[in-house]
């Protein structure tokens, strides 16, 4: 079947540190990859996005790329800010779907 | 623009009542979705709605779970005889549609719902 695996949180840094979360993923054919994430209080919004192997998705200094021979999509950001602070959820559409199937969502949360 | 609402925002009611969430997506998507967010099950595809017809179900939970959509607009989520798994965040989202390649899915703030 297809599933999402993502590391457990909380995440907790300090201002302008590194970031990584890892996902890796499970699904036949050549999945669709997104990070989306979920500020307090706030509605899920899409951060990032990768449709084939090697593509790198960025937006607002995150990056992830899509790796078919290790079948992940880890996010990255080279340094993080106490607005960052959220719930990051890595996502995938299979081929043929137009349904998101999600992992179970990583909480970071950065002190100043 | 307006983006995707939903409403009732939160809904309290006893178990084994009826309730309907509704959800209007932005003006112009004709690809609708409903997925639930519960503490043990994380976040779960429910039904997809491409214009009035639902190609894809498959996230259902049971027979008490049903959704239209009307005019390629509104849509309803109605829950029967409600149970306390049926508590968690109810989310919409809608896209531009179509198939064959990607369009971002907009999510709504989410129906709150707690079965007593």
């Known amino acids: 079947g297809n599933s999402v695996t993502q590391m457990e949180g909380p995440v907790t840094l300090s201002e302008e540190a590194f970031l990584t979360i890892n996902c890796t993923y499970t699904?036949?054919?050549?999945?669709?990859l997104f990070w989306y994430v979920q500020y307090p209080g706030e509605g899920l919004q899409l951060l990032l996005k990768?449709?084939?192997?090697?593509d790198k998705g960025s937006n607002k200094g995150f990056e992830a790329t899509y790796r078919k021979e290790t079948t992940s999509f880890h996010l990255e950001k080279g340094s993080v800010q106490v607005s960052d602070s959220a719930v990051y959820f890595c996502a995938l559409i299979p081929t043929g779907f137009q349904k998101l199937v999600f992992g179970t969502g990583t909480r970071l949360l950065v002190s100043p | 623009g307006a983006g995707v609402s939903q409403s009732p925002s939160n809904k309290v009611t006893e178990k084994g009542k009826d309730v309907e969430l509704r959800c209007d997506p932005i003006?112009?998507?004709?690809?609708l979705y409903w997925y639930r967010q519960s503490l043990g099950q994380g976040l779960e595809f429910l039904i997809y709605?491409?214009?009035?017809?639902?190609?894809?179900k498959s996230g259902l939970p049971s027979d008490r779970f049903s959704a239209e959509r009307t005019g390629g607009s509104v849509s309803t989520l109605t829950i029967q005889r409600t149970q306390q798994e049926d508590s968690a965040v109810y989310l919409c989202a809608s896209s531009l549609g179509g198939t064959g390649s990607y369009n971002e899915q907009f999510f709504g703030p989410g129906t709150r719902l707690t079965v007593l």
């Open positions: 709605f491409q214009g009035n017809s639902a190609p894809d």
């Open positions: 699904a036949t054919g050549y999945p669709s």
């Open positions: 990768a449709t084939k192997a090697d």
């Open positions: 003006s112009g998507h004709t690809a």
